[in-house]
C-alpha cells in the first residue's frame, strides 16, 4: 500500500541542496525510511536526476553489515559512486554504523554530495543530532498518519474512520491490516519490543516497573496537567521509599527523547509568561496510547483533545496549554484553555470541546476566550457542527472534521 506524505516530501524537496545533512527524525515506525524510498527517490528520478548520481544504503539489509565497523571502507564506497554533477546520498538506519558522525561531517566537505539520513530512536535522537553536527544539519520531524493522510488510504466513511483512528492511530502499517486484532496485537508488541526495550536498552534503566507505570499514568491523564512531583507523590503514597524525584525527570525526558509524548507547557495568558509546573502530555500516536493500556480507557473527548493537538504540531505550530485568571466579584478564579498555538505572527487559542448540544455548554467552553483581551482568533473545535458559524461573541465553532481535513480551516 502506498501513502502519500506530501507535507514532509515537500520539506525535503524545500530543503534540497542546501549544504546541510538532512535528518530524518520521529518515532519508529512512523514512516522515514519509507519517505526516503520510493517517495524521495521516485521524486528525484522524476525530476531528471539519473539514478547513478542517488546513492542508496539500508544499514538494515545483510549485505551491509560489511560496514558496520568498517567507516574506511564505507567512505571509499560511497566517493567511489559520487559522479558528476550533484549526488544524492541516502542513508536509512545510519545509527547502526560506528561513529557515524565523523562519516557525516567529513562528507560535508564534499561539495557536489547532498546528504539524507534517517536513523532509529534508540540511538539517533534530536537531541543526539544537535550534540554531533553542532548546526550542520537540518532537521525534519516525521510523525505517524495524521487523520488526512489516514483518510487518503482509509475504505469508508469518515465516521467510520474516526473510530478506527481515535482506537489504533495513525502507525502506517496499521493500514495493510483487516482485522481489529492483528492491529491490537502489532501495537502492542510495537510499543513493548521496540519503543520500550530501547529505551531500557539505551539508559540501563533498572528499574522497569517504574518506566511502566509512568507510561501508565501519562496514558490515563490525558488533558490532565501533572509534574514529575504529582508522580513522585504518588509512590511515596503507595509506600514506594527507594525511588527519588530525580528518577521520574529523567524517566520522563526519557519518553520525549523516543518521541513516545510531548510535553506542551503552560503559558499565563493575562501575565505573559511561563509557568514552570505542572505541564500536559499527549501521546505522538493515539493507538500506541491505547496499546499501553491494553485498549481500555477510551474516552473520545480525551482522545479527541491528543488528536487535535497532535494535527497542530504536524502543522508546525508551537503549542502551548493555557492559563486564565478571571475575576469574579472579589475572588479570582484560573480557567484554562486548551491550546494556544504559535507559528510566526499567527496565534489561536483553540478548545477542545466533543458537543456543544446546548447553550449551558457553549458558554461554559467559551467562558475563558472570552476573557482573553487580545484580538487573535478564538476557535472551538467540536464534533458534529454541519457548518462553521460564530458566536455572539465572535468565537468560531469549526467541525472536527472541517479542521482534520482542510489545511486551512483555521482561517474560516
Not at 531500557?200 to 501519562?218: C, F, G, Q, T, W
Not at 505541564?279 to 493500556?293: E, M, P, Q, V, W
Not at 482522545?303 to 505550530?317: H, P, S
Request: hydrophobic share 35%.
Amino acid at each position: 500500500m502506498q501513502i502519500n506524505r506530501p507535507l514532509y516530501l515537500d520539506e525535503l524537496i524545500a530543503k534540497r541542496e542546501n549544504g546541510l545533512i538532512k535528518v530524518i527524525t520521529g518515532i519508529r515506525r512512523s514512516g522515514k525510511s519509507y519517505l526516503l524510498d520510493p517517495l524521495f527517490k521516485n521524486y528525484l528520478l522524476a525530476d531528471g536526476v539519473p539514478e547513478s548520481n542517488i546513492i542508496k544504503i539500508e544499514f538494515d539489509r545483510v549485505e551491509n553489515l560489511q560496514f558496520h565497523k568498517a567507516l574506511e571502507k564505507l567512505n571509499n564506497y560511497i566517493q567511489s559512486r559520487i559522479q558528476k554533477g550533484t549526488t544524492y546520498l541516502l542513508l536509512d538506519e545510519i545509527q547502526l554504523v560506528e561513529n557515524f558522525e565523523f562519516l557525516l561531517t567529513g562528507l560535508l566537505y564534499q561539495k557536489n554530495l547532498d546528504i539524507y539520513v534517517t536513523g532509529s530512536n534508540s540511538k539517533f535522537l534530536s537531541s543526539d543530532i544537535i550534540t554531533e553536527f553542532r548546526g550542520r544539519d537540518d532537521q525534519v520531524r516525521m510523525y505517524p498518519l495524521s487523520f488526512k493522510e489516514f483518510m487518503s488510504v482509509y475504505k469508508g466513511e469518515k465516521q467510520d474512520a474516526w473510530t478506527d483512528y481515535l482506537t489504533f492511530g495513525g502507525m502506517p502499517l496499521t493500514c495493510s491490516m483487516k482485522r481489529d486484532a492483528d492491529k491490537a496485537t502489532y501495537l502492542k508488541n510495537l510499543f513493548q519490543l521496540t519503543y520500550f526495550k530501547d529505551i531500557v536498552e539505551r539508559y540501563k534503566i533498572k528499574r522497569e516497573d517504574v518506566l511502566a507505570s509512568i507510561v501508565n499514568i501519562l496514558a490515563s491523564s490525558i488533558g490532565a496537567l501533572t509534574n514529575p512531583q504529582k508522580i513522585y507523590a504518588t509512590y511515596q503514597s503507595s509506600g514506594e521509599k527507594e525511588l527519588s524525584i530525580n528518577t521520574i525527570h529523567s524517566y520522563l525526558a526519557f519518553l520525549e527523547d523516543a518521541f513516545i509524548v510531548e510535553k506542551a507547557n503552560r503559558y499565563d495568558v493575562k501575565g505573559r509568561k511561563y509557568i514552570q509546573t505542572p505541564h500536559k502530555y499527549y501521546f505522538s500516536d493515539i493507538g500506541l496510547r491505547n496499546a499501553c493500556l491494553n485498549f481500555r480507557q477510551q474516552e473520545e473527548s480525551h482522545l479527541m483533545e491528543n488528536l487535535i493537538y497532535n494535527e497542530l504540531v504536524i502543522r508546525g505550530f508551537n503549542v502551548d496549554v493555557g492559563l486564565v485568571e478571571i475575576r469574579e466579584g472579589n475572588k479570582r478564579k484560573q480557567t484554562e484553555v486548551d491550546f494556544i498555538c504559535n507559528q510566526g505572527s499567527a496565534r489561536y487559542y483553540i478548545q477542545s470541546a466533543l458537543r456543544l448540544d446546548t447553550r449551558e455548554k457553549t458558554l461554559q467552553e467559551s467562558r475563558s476566550l472570552q476573557h482573553i483581551e487580545d484580538n487573535f482568533k478564538k476557535i472551538i473545535i467540536v464534533k458534529g457542527s454541519e457548518k462553521p458559524w460564530r458566536t455572539e461573541n465572535g468565537i468560531l465553532i469549526l467541525d472536527v472534521f472541517d479542521f482534520l481535513l482542510d489545511d486551512e480551516a483555521l482561517k474560516f
